[in-house]
């Protein structure tokens, strides 16, 4: 039973962490003057590689996230 328990934990840890990266992503985006694909062709190599890392992060996040519904929907 304790594992289950830490398995939940760690679940609603990674959905937490998708809310915060989605909302510190929209932020970001919204501050902008200009959209995400005049950004990226103004970017620099490491800001293109953080963004895709974000990309993959995000993409991550929410897989867990859609786990976390799912279960809560079975």
């Given at each position: 039973?304790?594992?289950?328990?830490?398995?939940?934990?760690?679940?609603?840890?990674?959905?937490?962490?998708?809310?915060?990266?989605?909302?510190?992503?929209?932020?970001?985006?919204?501050?902008?003057?200009?959209?995400?694909?005049d950004w990226l062709?103004?970017?620099?190599?490491?800001?293109?590689?953080?963004?895709i890392i974000d990309?993959?992060?995000?993409?991550?996040?929410?897989?867990?996230?859609?786990?976390i519904l799912l279960?809560?929907?079975?």
């Amino acid at each position: 039973m304790a594992g289950a328990g830490s398995v939940l934990t760690i679940t609603i840890i990674g959905a937490c962490a998708f809310l915060i990266l989605v909302a510190l992503n929209m932020v970001f985006f919204l501050n902008q003057d200009k959209g995400v694909l005049d950004w990226l062709k103004h970017a620099t190599s490491k800001q293109r590689i953080i963004a895709i890392i974000d990309v993959i992060m995000t993409f991550v996040c929410a897989l867990d996230f859609l786990h976390i519904l799912l279960l809560f929907l079975i």
